[in-house]
C-alpha cells in the first residue's frame, strides 16, 4: 500500500467514526478541563456523518447544559446545530442571532446527549512560518510542532509553502535522494493535515484548500527540468506517472468543506468555489451531490452580502468549470442590477463578470446594462488593463448585447493610447472581432490596430486562430487595410502546412481574403487545396457557402480557372450557397408593393447565373436592376458590410446587374404615406 492509499484509508468512513473518536475527544475535553478549568469552546456543525453521537456522560462525571440569552427564565436545551459557541471571560460569540452559553460542570445532567460532531478550542502559541526561508524549513517546523499544531498553523504553513515556491525560494535539496526525503516531509504534512480536518474551520480549510490547488497549478505549469526540489517532490505526490492530477487527495478536503458549508461567509464560498476550479475538479459526494452545486445552494440566501471581488471569483470559477447553475447566476445578476452604482467594483471585477455571463451564456440584459452604463460613465478607463478592455467588450459582443456608448468609450480609449505594445495578441484579435461582431463603427480603432500590427517585425507571437479573427474582422467591417492583409498572408504562408487550421478557419480566411479583394498567391496554392479536400466533409453550411464566393472571386472576378475550388468540393459548395435561406422580410414585402404600384413588375428572389438570390428584379429603360431591401444584418453602423459588399461586387461584375439598395432606416422614415414611398423609389431607379 503506497502513502496516498494509506492516508486515504485513515480518513474512510469506518476509520473515521465509532468508538475510536469517541474516545479521541473523550481524551481532549479532560485535558481541556483539566488545563483551562471548566473553561472550554465548543462548535456544532450539522450534517455530518463523520462521528456518531458522543454523550456528555463519556467526560467522566461532566456533562453539558446550554442556557439561551434570549430565554429570560434561563431554561435548558440543547445546542442549535448552526450556532457557534463559546465559552470564556468576555466571549459571548454571536452568529446567525443565536447566543449560547456553553459550561461544562462536574456534577449533575449526566443524561445529557449532544449530537454531532464536536470540536474543542483552547488558546494556543502562534508558530510563526514567516521566516521560513525554504519550503523545507517550513515542512520541519510543522512537523516539531506536532501534535500542537492547530488548523490556522496549517494553513499558515501552506499559505507560506506556496509563497516561497513563489519567491523561488530554493531548500537545500536537489538530489533524487533529496527529492525522495521531500515527499516523506510533505506526506507526513498531508497526514497532519488530514487528520486535523475535523477541527478546521471555514477560514483554515478554505486556506489550505486554495493553496494546495495554486500549489498544483504551479507544478504542473512549469517545465520539468526549471522544477525546484521541493516543487518536483509535490509534483510527484500531487500528479500521478502521467501527469494526471491526484484528486482523490482533495476529496478528504472537499468532504470536509461539504459537511459544514453551511458555515461558509460569502467570502469563503467564493474562494472553495475559485480553488477547485484552478484544479478543474467539481467532486461527487455519496449522495450523488456536487461540491459548486452544494456551494451555489449555500450562496443564494447571503448573496446580499458578496462583496464585488467574492462575486466576480464566484462567477469566473462557475464558468471556468462548465458548471450550469442559472439560479446561481440569476440571483447574482438581478442583485448586482439592483445596485445604486458599482463603485466597489474593481475593473478586473466588471470585467471578469460580464465575462463569466457570456461565456456561461447565461442572459441577464439587467447586468449587461448596468455594468455598461457604469463604465460609460467614468472620466476615462485608465484603470483598465488591455485584458479586462478586450474581455469586457469581447462579452458584449459574444452575448449579442448592444450598448454603443460603452463600444465608443472602450474604442476612443484605446486609440488615445500612445501605442499598443501592453496589447497581446488575443486583446489585439479579440478587440478586432468583438467590434466586427457587435455591428459597431470604429475606424480610427481598426487603423490604430492595423497600423500596430503591420509595424511589428513578424506575427509569431500570433495563433493562426487569432490572424483569422483579424482578416475576418477587418473584412466584415470593410475596414480597409492592403498592409494588414498582405503581413498576415506572408505569416500563414511561411507557416507551410495548414495543419494549425480547422475547417471553419479555412472558409473563414478565403471569404476574408475575398471580400477585401486581395490577391496573394503565396496563401491561396496548392497547399491551401489540399487543406480545403482534407475538411470536405466537415464544411458546415456557411462555411460551403463562403467557400463558393472565393471559387467566384478566383474564377469569375480574375478569371484564374484553374485556382478554384476542386472538383469534388465545388458542387457541394454551389448546392449550399444555393439553398440559403431567402425567406422575404415584411419591409421587403412592402418596397415589392410599391414597386408594382408604380406599373413595374418586379421578378421576387431572382435567382442569377452567378448563384446569387435578388430581393426584386425589374427592368427600367431596358436595363436589368436589382433591388436589394437591406435590414439592419446588412449594415455595420450605416454602412454597409463586408457580406453586403461582397454581394453587390459580384453580382455588378459577373452577373452585369446593377443593384440599388433600399436601407431599412430610410424606408421607416417614410412611414405610411405610400406617395413619398413610390417618389423615393422612382427617385433611387433613375439614378440606376
Known amino acids: 500500500m503506497n502513502r496516498l492509499q494509506m492516508l486515504l484509508a485513515r480518513l474512510s468512513p469506518k476509520h473515521r467514526s465509532g468508538s475510536s473518536y469517541q474516545s479521541i475527544f473523550t481524551s481532549c475535553a479532560r485535558n481541556i478541563i483539566k488545563s483551562t478549568g471548566n473553561q472550554v469552546a465548543v462548535r456544532l456543525v450539522a450534517s455530518s456523518h463523520i462521528f456518531s453521537c458522543l454523550p456528555a456522560a463519556s467526560l467522566g462525571q461532566s456533562s453539558m447544559i446550554v442556557k439561551s440569552n434570549f430565554d429570560p427564565k434561563g431554561s435548558f436545551r440543547q445546542i442549535p446545530c448552526r450556532s457557534i459557541a463559546r465559552v470564556g471571560p468576555s466571549s459571548v460569540f454571536d452568529c446567525q442571532k443565536t447566543l449560547e452559553y456553553v459550561k461544562i460542570f462536574t456534577a449533575g445532567y449526566s443524561n445529557f446527549d449532544l449530537r454531532g460532531p464536536v470540536r474543542f478550542y483552547r488558546r494556543h502559541n502562534r508558530v510563526d512560518f514567516r521566516d521560513c526561508e525554504t519550503v523545507d524549513d517550513a515542512l520541519q517546523l510543522a512537523l516539531e510542532e506536532g501534535e500542537t499544531l492547530y488548523p490556522d498553523h496549517i494553513a499558515a504553513m501552506w499559505s507560506s509553502i506556496f509563497r516561497l515556491l513563489s519567491k523561488g525560494q530554493q531548500n537545500k535539496f536537489v538530489h533524487k535522494e533529496d527529492v525522495a526525503q521531500l515527499e516523506l516531509l510533505i506526506w507526513d504534512v498531508l497526514e497532519v493535515t488530514m487528520d486535523s480536518l475535523p477541527r478546521m474551520r471555514p477560514k483554515d480549510l478554505t486556506t489550505i484548500i486554495i493553496q494546495l490547488a495554486k500549489i498544483s497549478n504551479r507544478v504542473s505549469s512549469r517545465h520539468y527540468k526549471r522544477l525546484s526540489a521541493s516543487e518536483l517532490a509535490l509534483k510527484n505526490i500531487l500528479f500521478d506517472e502521467e501527469s494526471n492530477p491526484q484528486y482523490s487527495i482533495f476529496d478528504p478536503l472537499a468532504e470536509a468543506a461539504n459537511q459544514i458549508i453551511i458555515e461558509f461567509e460569502p467570502r469563503y464560498l467564493s474562494n472553495l468555489a475559485y480553488a477547485y476550479s484552478l484544479l478543474g475538479y467539481n467532486p461527487r459526494f455519496d449522495n450523488n451531490t456536487k461540491l459548486l452545486d452544494n456551494i451555489a445552494d449555500a450562496s443564494l440566501d447571503c448573496i446580499q452580502q458578496f462583496n464585488a471581488y467574492d462575486i466576480a471569483n464566484m462567477m469566473w470559477a462557475y464558468t471556468k468549470m462548465n458548471v450550469s447553475h442559472e439560479p446561481l447566476f440569476q440571483v447574482v445578476g438581478d442583485s448586482i442590477a439592483k445596485k445604486d452604482n458599482l463603485k466597489t467594483f474593481k475593473p478586473q471585477d466588471l470585467s471578469n463578470t460580464v465575462w463569466a455571463y457570456a461565456t456561461a451564456n447565461s442572459q441577464h440584459t439587467g447586468l449587461f446594462k448596468k455594468v455598461g452604463d457604469e463604465i ?137 481574403y475575398t471580400v477585401a479583394n486581395i490577391h496573394t498567391t503565396s496563401l491561396f496554392n496548392s497547399a491551401f487545396r489540399e487543406g480545403l479536400l482534407k475538411y470536405q466533409n466537415e464544411f458546415i453550411d456557411n462555411a460551403l457557402s463562403q467557400l463558393y464566393q472565393w471559387h467566384l472571386w478566383q474564377t469569375k472576378e480574375n478569371s484564374n480557372s484553374n485556382d478554384g475550388l476542386p472538383d469534388s468540393l465545388r458542387d457541394k459548395c454551389k448546392q449550399s450557397f444555393l439553398s440559403a435561406d431567402t425567406r422575404a422580410s415584411i419591409l421587403q414585402n412592402d418596397v415589392v408593393s410599391e414597386l408594382k404600384s408604380i406599373g413595374l413588375n418586379p421578378v421576387e428572389e431572382y435567382l442569377t447565373k452567378s448563384g446569387y438570390s435578388i430581393d426584386a428584379f425589374v427592368e427600367v429603360n431596358g436595363k436589368k436592376v436589382g433591388v436589394e431591401v437591406d435590414g439592419p444584418s446588412h449594415f455595420i453602423g450605416r454602412q454597409p458590410n463586408g457580406r453586403t459588399l461582397l454581394k453587390r461586387r459580384q453580382v455588378e461584375s459577373i452577373d452585369r446587374i446593377s443593384l440599388l439598395s433600399v436601407p431599412y432606416w430610410e424606408w421607416i422614415n417614410l412611414g405610411k404615406d405610400r406617395d413619398k414611398k413610390q417618389k423615393y423609389l422612382l427617385s433611387t431607379l433613375k439614378s440606376a
Do not use: R
Open 376 to 512: 460609460d460613465a467614468m472620466d476615462n478607463l485608465k484603470s483598465f488593463d488591455p485584458q479586462a478592455l478586450a474581455n469586457i467588450i469581447w462579452a458584449y459582443a459574444t452575448a449579442s448585447v448592444q450598448h454603443p456608448a460603452l463600444f465608443n468609450k472602450v474604442g476612443d480609449e484605446i486609440v488615445a493610447m500612445e501605442d499598443l505594445k501592453s496589447f497581446n495578441p488575443q486583446n489585439l484579435a479579440n478587440t478586432i472581432w468583438s467590434y466586427a461582431t457587435a455591428n459597431v463603427q470604429h475606424p480610427d480603432l481598426f487603423q490604430k490596430v492595423g497600423v500596430e500590427i503591420v509595424a511589428m517585425n513578424d506575427l509569431k507571437s500570433f495563433k493562426p486562430q487569432e490572424l483569422i479573427n483579424i482578416v475576418w474582422a477587418y473584412a466584415t467591417a470593410n475596414e480597409q487595410h492592403p498592409a494588414l492583409f498582405k503581413k498576415v498572408a506572408n505569416e500563414i504562408a511561411a507557416m507551410d502546412n495548414w495543419e494549425s487550421f480547422n475547417s471553419q478557419d479555412l472558409a473563414n480566411i478565403a471569404w476574408a
